[in-house]
């Protein structure tokens, strides 16, 4: 198949492209490069040193035979729509969106930034499929956190419901908790709608919290490596404390450390958008899956972490710091997760992913220490900018 | 109480802010003037012929003493900032949105506008109120086409379900129809956001389709009076139909006709929002209101405004064309709209609105025959551009 991959250069757009060439897809993608600006704007750079994208693209020649690049803006329709023309995709992954919650919250201007990109992004991916390949499948990277943690069991994107006496299919009501959430859970009413109207299909996938450093695919050539982030805006949980680990900087749950959250491993979220492209839904279907590999809560995972460090000889300890977030921090989650593994996913068990993280991340030490502040988040959900407290233990 | 109006220069915002200041609430306000050049860019004009903001200003220190009143883009934070922070509103009434469904669908960069445009213009608010008056009350114009038609009733805005044995209250579902009307879907998920993590107090109006030419405080000022639009963006059904009636031109259901909606008079949105303005919900509370007067099928009005038109000596006949939206044209629809009446909504009747409507439009009937051409729609769902044809009757 013909895949088209926007943003082409992030930490799951450059392991995707390996993923799907190595199957046999033929690969295009673009990416305006916003990832490595918005991390050192957060004072900070990726764990794992990754190549300009010249040098990705000479490493992806030899060991998959190229893929067609193009730098620009998502953001610009005519980019979109030209890319579209010239590799007239069978499936278009959509990964060009600025994929973090503080980030959003840091003033109006990042607000209003994050909406914007991520809804007119999409927005101009539904036109230029349209208008150019309105059989090409999307597949829109969403998030688990669009639905919030309602004390009812989530399903895949909609419901039957009874009220009142009738019965009807519904999306399932979403609550977000951040302007980068609500982007996403506007995205979602957007694809929904452009199936609907132009028989467009879609799966629209609500993804659990990514941790990981590789895929198989890397190999040893360093060049075919992806980011790591760590900082408050960019590092997702498990990523941030396997970095804490190496360093010796004690692992930091947020407030009672009891937010049960979905993940999954890197690897987990590349075979699960490979079952996605190679299964598309039918023309006009709008497909929704919860995809992550567990339920488990960020205390549980910081243990994991420290067991996994203390197998390495690393010594690791878990102190909570102040929440910067408004959320839940001890609530009900069910959240189903059946489509995928109704398609063949293989779930990674967690603690053999976590001791391979933490073994390619004890090489990068150096680079982590050096940007050691950015490792307690600052950005708080109020409003204000403040660096979390250590929390006393009783 | 001092009322700033973001919008007054609009169809609502204009009799709002006489409405308010004839009962003693001080006003301030903004626009761009982009309603004017909206309507502009379909080929038309209002019927009814408005003043310039200048003469606007004087006629209402005349009658009502003044208003402060500034040009500028709700878009742009720095103004929407000065202006609150100058004036210090204890109710903010957002009404410089785009609302045209058809304008939002006529192609990718008039999606991308409304949606941009609306959705920045509340965030901005939202922002702007967090920072200069976090105590003011927020009365959003949102949209019953929000909800879309689904098989069941349609509460205000959320409700209490059972699923899978567990209970939860959580927003109903929104299933909007157009770029425009999930642009206030994503409104109120950003508006309620901000109330549950900053502590503001909003209402959130689910309005039905307003159709009127006049409120009482309006007086025999000519330069008191809003505008009347009629071309497919800007006109709504009723109002349409009026101004097809007055030059004898056919009525134009769409489609089936079957298509069922809350409306209300121009003067009961006055009304209803006043009710909201004077009435403001607690900190931090997000108060959904459904705002219509009754539920009709738009074949139904056709044959009210027929009838009101006979008693005038108008010939009207009632002929169906081709829908130009992707929409059910039967279906089930019951939404609720008990919190109005609770806090003391006195309806207006249908009829006799209509009857002063087409007395108002027929000294206008030049106006209307100058701009016909604009009575039939051509923008269709689809993404084609081609007008409506007459269905032939059985």
Redesign the interface.
Known sequence: MKVYIAGIDGYLGWPLAQCLAARGHEIAGGDCLLRRRWVTEMGSHSAIPIAPMRERQAAFEKHFGGFTYREGNVQN?AFVKEAFRAFQPDAIVHLAECPSAPYSMI???H??WT??NN??ST??IL??M??VCPQAHLVKLGTMGEYGT????IPEGS?E?E??G???T????????S?YH?SK??DS??V??AC???GLRSTDIMQGVVFGTRIDEMGDDPRLLTRLDFDEGFGTVINRYCCQAVIGHPLTPFGQGQQRRGFLPLRDSMQCMTLAIENPPGAGEYRVFNQFEEVYNVTELAHKVRAAGEELGLDVKVRRIENPR?EMEEH?YNPDHEHLLDLGYQPTPVDGELHVMLADLMEHRARIEEKRNVLIPAIR???TRQRSQFLSEE
């Open positions: 329709y003033d109006v201007h607000a209003v909406q914007t809804i007119v927005l101009n036109f230029a349209r208008d309602p004390n009812l069991d419901f419901i009220y009142r009738r019965t009807e519904l999306p399932f009501p979403r609550q977000a908790g302007w609500l859970v506007h009413h957007n929904a709608f609907k109207i132009w408004l009900y959900w109020d409003g």
